[in-house]
């Protein structure tokens, strides 16, 4: 077996050996390289727009309704357009022309959403933009729809640098089939498309509502749309209302989770705890126990009141919560409306010793 592969590699060096990307020769024009000039080219490789997740290629960006994925992409479009060197922690590498493709927005939402917008460099793309094209066009396809209009405007407007579309699907043909073969087709037109502009088309997507996969396999659609983008970022809620979690992985990219938040402005920053530090989700038997102990210690009293102060830990061994501390705070709060229908008010303070709770129970008026 040894001799054969050393006289197929002498052979294999002694001969021109072809790549064949399509057809030998079509009009005069050959459609394949020698290994040996393919390997002398030098490619004219560009920069990721930003370094990581928007590299020359496509981005899938999916999650849930209403999760926040069109105020990410708007947050991630001002930062390339407003001389922000980085967006959260990533560096941007290059700017120029954003396009941005509103087709999930109302024109209302959208000039709500950029009212104080006002860049030279970013061009949206209304629905209504994208019907009339349509309307008057004679393209086969809604892709074909989205490179005449982003070839108008680099040619009326200049180099871009990055494309969005807000949603995918809705530049698909309502008759292609949602399967593995034809969404590999579609994208693969996305990223021919890309790596010939030298730009990045960052893709808005749903994800399913299947909470046994892992996130970042949660996209709608079958596994032919992750094999053809070269990031994947799926955007989730955490049990903090005000917290939500990216999870990002890519070519070369490690997977990653950056915890962020929405400032006063909409725009996305990078929140600074921990995924431990979230408070999770606290057991309906938590609140059982608490609302036993406070009423059996009232009703234990002559004047059928309750009065107790400590720290977090206490209330959890003398109320036998089955919580960790860090879920007491988490557990009166989201409950007010339930404990004072039982009588039960409460207030929280921090000490240099730690947190502690106060219990006010009255039960007095109460007719026996």
Known sequence: MTAIILTLGR????????????????????????????????????????KGICPVGLTLLFGPEKVGKSLLV???SLALVD????????????????VYFALDDSETTLHNRFDDSIFSNFFIVTTKCFLEAQRYGSQYSKIGYVFQILDSIIKNEGPVVLVIIDTLEKIRNTDSKRDYAHEVEDLNALKVKAEELGINILLVHHSTKNTKLEPLQNYYGSKGIGAEVDVLIAINNTTDQKIQSLMVTGNNLPKKEILVSKNTDLNYQIETMNREDLIQDVPEKALIQLIKFCTK???????????????????????????PPKNVGRLLKDNEKQLLECHISFSICRRKYGMVATLDVDRSNEVE
């Open 83 to 98: 001389g922000s060197q980085q967006f959260l922690e990533y560096k941007i590498s290059r700017k120029g022309n954003v």
């Open 74 to 76: 708007r947050s991630l």
């Open 11 to 50: 052979y294999l060096k002694s001969q021109t050996f072809y790549i064949l990307t399509y057809l030998p020769k079509v009009g005069g024009k050959m459609f394949y390289y020698s290994v040996e000039n393919y390997s002398c080219q030098k490619t004219n490789q560009k920069e990721d727009i930003i």
């Open 297 to 323: 210690n009232a009703q234990s009293s002559p004047y059928r009141k309750f009065h107790w102060v400590g720290m977090f830990p206490d209330l959890i061994t003398e109320a036998d919560l089955d919580i």
